[in-house]
């Protein structure tokens, strides 16, 4: 057992590499047997103690390989309450499930409804769009609203009836028009707040799919979708261990979201028994901290990168001069920020990142990036995540129920491949780029 409590105690600098996957079996049994008990009080949490016992079961899960978790998840009887836990374990190392989660209600609309089409497309009866179109959010909104209606009336088949709501001066009011209008899902609301608001009702009773992801767990029958920075970060850790990496070095700029980013990254990978060689903040010079790290005796084999372009561009000669150059390099979606010119983005050429689908390739049912950004304000720049991000909050209007039980469906969405773990969070597995001759190329579906 302490060998196992070493591998989860990890520091940021100065320790010895640690792989899990030499840990001996009895270590593997006693974190799933761990993890099992501590899932079974789970239900009896509440707050901050319920969120301290999930993070633990997940730190357990961690140190167990692919093939020992998937064995032990698919031994677990129906309506263990590990199970949840160690399917999305599996999901996010994009391993199949032996079986669906297990869910309480997955209506996601009336029952009323027409039974689904092949492709499982089976959309509610009516929709009630919960958006903050005035105020500091309306901006963001506008994308949203934008894609999801791309969305909707490129759909040739029966559509729901849509009305929005206007949560702007507060969700309660928007909410309570959207109930007594009989809409049968709710999509939104998008501020973080308001989410943990309904979330937390108990007189809510009908399904949202909310399109921000706060504290407090969805109930049964709804779903939450985001474009979190600590997403990225998970997506980030796994496309490293992906590629055989045993150390990195971290260097991460200081705006929230990049914290947020390498934050969640570096908890990832040190759950999975990855060592960070440094976790470095990011300064205009630093060849000195660079050429320590090349020198140290756990020499990283990757740097993962969570910088606007500026920074890297600023960075990839000191990694140069501190004979770091050659390594595996990751960085965060923010790279792309501030770039645009192939002869200064040439420096960083090699680094490899995660997008969203249609920023880099054609996505059904939706015109090109660049065509939809010069026919509207909404759909260019920095807006155009949202305006992906809106488009698959339709799609998953359509789609939640056959993501609900089928353990094993994937959409092919705009912001990348969707699915929908035990516990009702939409999991979005990114498309990857690589930067060549200053310029991103895409790398395919499945590439990380």
């Not at 996601?108 to 903050?132: C, H, M, N, Q, T």
């Not at 179109?133 to 609203?145: D, Y």
């Not at 767990?217 to 997506?235: I, K, M, R, Y």
């Amino acid at each position: 057992m302490r060998s196992l409590f070493l591998v989860l105690a990890l520091t940021l600098t100065g320790c010895a590499e640690v792989s899990v996957s030499h840990a001996p079996v009895a270590a593997y049994d006693s974190a799933f047997s761990q993890a099992r008990s501590l899932a079974l009080g789970h239900a009896g949490l509440s707050g901050q103690a319920r969120r301290d016992n999930a993070a633990a079961i997940d730190r357990l899960l961690a140190a167990i390989d692919n093939a020992t978790l998937a064995r032990d998840a698919a031994r677990l009887p129906a309506g263990d309450p590990l199970y949840n836990f160690a399917g999305r374990a599996l999901q996010r190392r994009g391993l199949p499930l032996p079986r669906a989660f297990d869910r309480g209600d997955v209506s996601f609309g009336s029952a009323s409804r027409p039974p689904a089409d092949r492709d499982g497309y089976r959309p509610p009866l009516r929709v009630g769009i919960l958006l903050p179109l005035s105020g500091s959010q309306a901006t963001a909104a506008a994308s949203v609203r934008d894609g999801y209606l791309t969305g909707y009336y490129g759909e040739s088949r029966r559509r729901p009836t849509l009305r929005f709501y206007d949560t702007g001066a507060g969700y309660r009011a928007a909410y309570a028009r959207a109930a007594a209008d009989g809409n049968d899902l709710l999509v939104g609301p998008l501020v973080k707040e308001d989410v943990d608001a309904i979330f937390g009702d108990e007189a809510a009773d009908i399904p949202v799919l909310a399109l921000n992801r706060g504290s407090t767990t969805p109930p049964s029958g709804s779903a939450a979708f985001s474009l979190s920075p600590e997403d990225e970060g998970v997506s980030l850790a796994q496309a490293l261990i992906d590629r055989g990496s045993r150390s990195v070095l971290l260097i991460a700029g200081g705006d929230d979201t990049q914290k947020r980013t390498a934050d969640a990254a570096r908890t990832a990978l040190q759950r999975r028994g990855i060592h960070i060689a440094a976790s470095l903040g990011y300064a205009s010079q630093m060849t000195d901290a660079l050429r320590a790290q090349a020198q140290s005796v756990a020499k990283p084999d990757a740097v993962l990168m969570v910088l606007k372009g500026p920074q890297a561009r600023t960075l990839a000669p000191q990694l140069a001069a501190a004979g770091l150059s050659g390594l595996l390099r990751l960085a965060g979606s923010q790279i792309t920020s501030g770039t645009g010119k192939p002869d200064e983005d040439a420096a960083l050429d090699g680094i490899v990142f995660p997008t969203e689908t249609w920023l880099i390739e054609r996505v059904p049912g939706l015109p090109s990036q660049s065509s939809a950004a010069a026919q509207s304000r909404t759909a260019k720049g920095p807006a155009a995540r949202l305006f992906a991000f809106g488009f698959d909050a339709w799609l998953l209007t359509g789609h939640l129920e056959q993501l609900a039980l089928d353990p094993n469906a994937r959409i092919a969405g705009a912001t990348g491949r969707l699915s929908l773990d035990g516990f009702g969070n939409v999991l979005r597995r990114p498309s990857w780029s690589r930067i060549q001759g200053g310029v991103p190329v895409p790398l395919g579906d499945d590439a990380r």
